[in-house]
């Protein structure tokens, strides 16, 4: 059984910060990817970021302003979100991928930007 935890959402106003994190448990295995999606309301799901190994990707909406990492030692991946937009809206969802071709999610974490 594996189990990703997210915590960090909130509401903020434009132009603030928060950072989520996304802690893995379990018989995870060996892990591949590690990354974030969100879903806004009537819209599809989304990437926002990833990480496998030491490579980073972003979708071109958060370029420059989100900033994801990973802790190995933990399991633990985190998304730094600047200068947030009210596009920017949305539950957060953590993924994990391992090299045994397994996905696992979070339960989803929500991220309001409003004034």
């Known amino acids: 059984q594996v189990q990703l935890v997210e915590s960090g959402g909130g509401s903020v106003q434009p132009g603030g910060s928060l950072t989520l994190s996304c802690a893995a448990s379990?018989?995870?295995?060996?892990?591949?990817?590690m990354g974030w999606y969100r879903q806004a309301p009537g819209k599809q799901r989304e990437l926002v970021a990833a990480i496998t190994g030491g490579t980073s990707d972003y979708a071109d909406s958060v370029k420059g302003r989100f900033t994801i990492s990973k802790d190995n030692a933990k399991n633990t991946v985190y998304l730094k979100l600047n200068s947030l937009k009210p596009e920017d809206t949305a539950v957060y969802y953590c993924t994990l991928i391992t090299w045994g071709h397994s996905n696992y999610w979070g339960q989803g974490t929500q991220v309001t930007v409003s004034s």
């Open positions: 379990g018989s995870i295995g060996s892990i591949k990817t």
